[in-house]
């Protein structure tokens, strides 16, 4: 079965931190993705990456930032966190292949005090 | 730009109940469409893909179809049973991301 990864279930930052939240995936799949999930607004699409050191902005990629160095991880990056980042982040994952299906990580509750 | 709607957006059935769960979407060019379920405070879970060509897939209590000339899909759960409570979201592929509705949630009722 494929495993995506998530560092953390529930993270409490503070406003102006800079915070990471780490996902890892053990399929060897080339896309990885970034979403926000907040009530009455679905998921949404913060970067999604198809390959090492290639990533690409979805719709709401303000205020984020991305980082794969490695095939297997993929990290977000909140550079200033504010209170309206506090939100569900979900990764998740595919094969390249049009055809495939997504997988996802069990989510990372954020919290911006 | 695709877009993913789901209705009802809440649904309450006493259990043993048959019932049908909506997405439709907007653009027709797709790849595949994925039905997941959501508990609460948790990531998705995978259910059913179909892919474009297909016209239905079960797995076994569940089965989803598309028509995907009409911009439509359904899942459908026989004989519902209290643990099929959860938000059940549709997401279809036009070429490498993924968009999705909001979701149903299905409360179940014992």
């Known amino acids: 079965d494929v495993k995506v990864t998530q560092s953390s279930r529930y993270l409490v930052k503070r406003t102006g931190e800079k915070v990471f939240l780490e996902c890892v995936q053990d399929?060897?799949?080339?896309?990885m993705f970034w979403y926000r999930q907040d009530p009455g607004l679905g998921l949404r699409l913060i970067y999604f990456?198809?390959?090492?050191?290639?990533?690409e902005k979805g719709d709401i990629p303000e205020g984020y930032s991305v980082s794969r160095e490695k095939k297997e991880r993929f990290s977000l990056i909140l550079e200033s966190a504010s209170t309206n980042q506090t939100s569900m982040y979900l990764c998740?994952?595919?094969?390249?292949?049009?055809?495939?299906?997504?997988?996802f990580g069990d989510g990372t509750r954020l919290s911006i005090l | 730009k695709q877009e993913v709607t789901q209705i009802p957006a809440a649904l309450s059935v006493p259990e043993g109940e048959n019932l049908v769960l909506n997405c439709s979407f907007t653009?027709?060019?797709?790849?595949?469409l994925q039905w997941f379920r959501q508990d609460p405070g948790k990531g998705l879970t995978s259910l059913l893909l179909?892919?474009?060509?297909?016209r239905e897939q079960t797995s076994g209590r569940l089965n989803a179809s598309l028509d995907k000339s009409s911009g439509r899909s359904t899942l459908y759960i026989a004989a519902s049973q209290p643990g099929d409570s959860a938000t059940y979201l549709c997401?279809?592929?036009?070429?490498?991301?993924?968009?999705f509705g909001t979701g149903t949630s299905l409360t179940v009722i014992p």
């Open positions: 399929m060897d799949h080339e896309n």
């Open positions: 998740a994952s595919s094969s390249r292949g049009p055809r495939e299906p997504q997988h």
């Open positions: 990456s198809y390959d090492v050191k290639m990533k």
């Open positions: 997401a279809v592929r036009p070429v490498d991301q993924f968009y």
């Open positions: 653009d027709s060019a797709i790849y595949n």
């Open positions: 179909i892919q474009s060509s297909q």
